[in-house]
Nanobody
Framework: QVQLIESGGGSVQAGGSLRLSCAAS????????MGWFRQAPGKEREFVAA????????YYADSVKGRFTISRDNAKNTVYLQMNSLKPEDTAVYYC????????????????????WGQGTQVTVSS
């Protein structure tokens, strides 16, 4: 079982920055793909960014590419989401997710790949 705890959310004005963190329990963090998803009120959950367990290969939604950066520190069992140039449309609850050590080639842009989810952290961007 893996527990994920997100932190770093908050309220910021448009153009500002926030850094989300997701701390994972357990000793197999380094072999798990990790992802960030978000859900705005009245909308479905959507993919934001993901990082493979090895080689630091990353993926981003088109809407955040060039503004958000996902990274991981395996020594700290933590994945980060640096969010710059925030826009009001980035307002949502952000969720961290971890897989159950699926194959390296798994499509980690979809929520179905992930087996563990955090409770979420609210990000609010005002104009």
């Amino acid at each position: 079982q893996v527990q994920l705890i997100e932190s770093g959310g908050g309220s910021v004005q448009a153009g500002g920055s926030l850094r989300l963190s997701c701390a994972a329990s357990g000793r197999t963090f380094s072999s798990r793909h990790m992802g960030w998803f978000r859900q705005a009120p009245g909308k479905e959950r959507e993919f934001v960014a993901a990082i493979r367990w090895s080689a630091g290969v990353t993926y981003y939604a088109d809407s955040v590419k060039g503004r958000f950066t996902i990274s991981r520190d395996n020594a700290k069992n933590t994945v980060y989401l640096q969010m710059n140039s925030l826009k009001p449309e980035d307002t949502a609850v952000y969720y961290c997710a971890a897989d159950r050590s699926r194959p390296y080639s798994a499509n980690i842009r979809v929520g179905e790949v992930y087996d563990y989810w955090g409770q979420g952290t609210q990000v609010t961007v005002s104009s």
